[in-house]
């Protein structure tokens, strides 16, 4: 009976650490799935193809960053990088967390 009492945490334990894992694994291909969908529709955006988003074709194809360009244009360049949009919006998430 001892025995089974040790038992019991340790299995505990071993069972959070898979769940973690799944968990882990479970936000990682969420995070990859948003990428794919990002660089799609930056790259449908970018109709000159530079490499670019300026606010005109993000407001003909991305109505999110539309409406926060300025806040993710911070350098005030008029145009916005993949990284750009990555940065607010990971920016936006860690304010949500807290």
Partial sequence: MK???HMTPV???AMLVCLSDAALAQQAGRLEQFQARLA???DAADQ???GWVTRAEA?????FVAR?????DTQAKGRLSRDDILAYIAT???ERQR
Avoid: I, Q, V
């Fill in 3 to 5: 025995h089974r009492r």
């Fill in 40 to 42: 799609e529709r930056f």
């Fill in 59 to 63: 407001e003909s194809g991305m109505p």
């Fill in 48 to 50: 000159n193809k530079d």
């Fill in 68 to 72: 926060h360009f300025d806040k993710m």
């Fill in 92 to 94: 936006r998430a860690a």
């Fill in 11 to 13: 299995l505990a334990a």
